[in-house]
């Protein structure tokens, strides 16, 4: 057996692991037992077969080790979650007050907004030292920032199932099990963050601000959105459009971002004549240049290392199979957060992209021989088309609609997309230099994006545009994907 497939089934493994401690309630101690046992009989034993099956228990314990270290006791009264409300009802609870610091970037809605709270001291029902973090609901202005140590007065409730949608387990993944509602809040002190991460998010508001001073909304809220992630500032309007057309990804910084940058500029550099080592330190620059103007979002952190070892796998002397790849980028996502596996969508939507863009992409790109290849037209269609495919049917899982003309949509309107939000960058540095010539040179852009509201509004106001998926279930989704592995496979054989 080759040393990758050994990789390949231990890193499997170790992936079900995580499984069984989420779907079986398997406790910490036996994991704990057999990785022990398993670990000293690798070191007795030289047998290179016995020691890869041990190997493999190991790898199981290992998995179920670290998932079981993400479960928290709600009995715990140092903790800000053991003073929660079962229910919230704002007549009858109880509020609760205690200081705390913002420890990631509000995010800013049209209303209102939502900080992050790690709390440090509890003042009423009584005065103690808690811990854990909060996810409190607040007006829109004033407005606060990361690393503000504020006093909060609200009802704490623990987070519960909206509809189909269960908010609680969401919200695990970011370490939050308590909400604050009818907050009264005031600021105790400033800049009392990560200096690194309080001037990333600097940096964003300040090119946030420049977006406003060139463009009026709701051109302005859509550059910000699809540049820099304040996506809950779109109208609901145009934010819906985008849904109905199948073209929502463009409308938040995401996977399909990072996928776009690394065939784009990978074929730019290829054909200005740049070796791979040189591009590889570009895209690299790149990548970490966009995590940072994002403000660090999640999302792009876990695109811009999945990415980047797409990209190192192809520049290294030594052949790293795609398969490796992607089990390797796996796991280092769930060792940086092992709940977004199960709970973050964001997470699976940019896995499942990933790998189309390893396997479809290039399939596509073969079929799609129509479409020039001037500005890396085919590459993008086809990149774009391969994260679609891709991740449709988890998105049907979750959100129970099929957008009809999605596929369409992607094909017609995203090199336009492409080339709109380029003018937005060249916008942007005009700005830092000349504002008024900047907004000049920004009308081209006004007008573009203003045609493209307009276009996909006719597109979603079709009646068939979004058609309801009511009973699509697990064993749907198992079978769509099925589907396209045997396509893949099928359309793979007949090209070789």
Same mark, same amino acid.
């Given at each position: 057996m080759r040393k990758s497939t050994k990789n390949l089934i231990i890193g499997l493994f170790f992936i079900c692991g995580l499984f069984l401690a989420n779907f079986f309630n398997i406790h910490?101690?036996?994991?704990?037992?057999?990785?022990?046992?398993?670990?000293i009989f690798i070191l007795i034993f030289r047998k290179k077969r016995v020691r890869f099956y041990l190997a493999i228990i190991l790898s199981i314990s290992l998995g179920i080790l670290?998932?079981?270290s993400t479960k928290i006791d709600y009995s715990d009264n140092t903790k800000i979650w053991y003073y929660n409300n079962e229910t919230l009802d704002f007549k009858n609870n109880t509020k609760a007050t205690f200081i705390g610091r913002i420890i990631e970037e509000p995010d800013k809605r049209i209303d209102k907004q939502k900080i992050k709270v790690s709390v440090t001291q509890l003042l009423e029902p009584i005065n103690k030292e808690v811990s854990g973090n909060t996810l409190a609901t607040i007006a829109l202005y004033p407005p606060y920032n990361y690393g503000n140590i504020v006093q909060i007065n609200c009802i704490l409730t623990k987070p519960s199932r909206i509809e189909d949608f269960d908010y609680a387990k969401y919200l695990s993944k970011d370490n939050i099990y308590s909400l604050c509602y009818s907050a009264n809040i005031k600021l105790v002190e400033k800049n009392k963050g990560n200096i690194f991460k309080h001037y990333i998010y600097k940096i964003k508001n300040t090119l946030f601000k420049k977006v406003n001073s060139i463009w009026p909304d709701p051109v302005s809220s859509f550059a910000n959105s699809s540049l820099f992630g304040f996506e809950k500032l779109l109208p609901s309007d145009i934010d819906e459009n985008f849904r109905h057309t199948g073209l929502s990804h463009i409308v938040v910084v995401s996977g399909m971002h990072v996928a776009i940058i690394i065939v784009v500029f990978s074929k730019m550099l290829y054909q200005i004549g740049i070796n791979r080592k040189q591009s590889f330190l570009f895209l690299l620059l790149l990548l970490f240049s966009f995590a940072i103007l994002s403000g660090l979002s999640a999302s792009i952190i876990r695109a811009s290392i999945m990415g980047i070892l797409v990209v190192f796998s192809k520049n290294v002397e030594r052949y790293i199979p795609n398969y490796l790849v992607l089990i390797y980028s796996l796991i280092i996502m769930a060792l940086i957060n092992p709940l977004s596996m199960f709970y973050d969508l964001g997470f699976q939507l940019s896995f499942l992209a990933t790998i189309g +863009? !390893?396997?479809?992409?290039?399939?596509?790109k073969n079929r799609l021989k129509f479409i020039p290849e001037h500005f890396s037209l085919r590459e993008i269609v086809s990149t774009s088309l391969s994260a679609i495919i891709m991740t449709l049917p988890i998105s049907l899982y979750n959100f129970h609609t099929l957008p009809t003309f999605a596929l369409l949509s992607n094909?017609?309107?995203?090199?336009?997309?492409?080339?709109?939000?380029?003018?937005?960058?060249?916008?942007?540095?005009?700005? +830092? !230099?000349?504002?008024?010539?900047?907004?000049c040179f920004g009308f081209i852009s006004y007008v573009l994006t203003k045609i493209l509201f307009w276009i996909i509004k006719i597109i979603?106001?079709?009646k068939i545009s979004v058609l309801?998926?009511?009973?699509?279930?697990?064993y749907h989704t198992i079978i769509c994907y099925a589907?396209?592995?045997?396509?893949?496979?099928?359309?793979?054989?007949k090209n070789n």
């Open positions: 910490e101690n036996v994991a704990m037992a057999i990785l022990v046992i398993a670990f670290l998932l079981n +863009l !390893i396997y479809l992409s290039p399939i596509l094909i017609v309107i995203l090199p336009f997309i492409t080339f709109d939000m380029t003018l937005y960058v060249f916008a942007i540095g005009l700005s +830092l !230099i000349n504002t008024n010539l900047a907004i979603s106001s079709i309801d998926i009511k009973n699509f279930n697990i589907i396209i592995i045997i396509i893949y496979l099928y359309a793979k054989k």
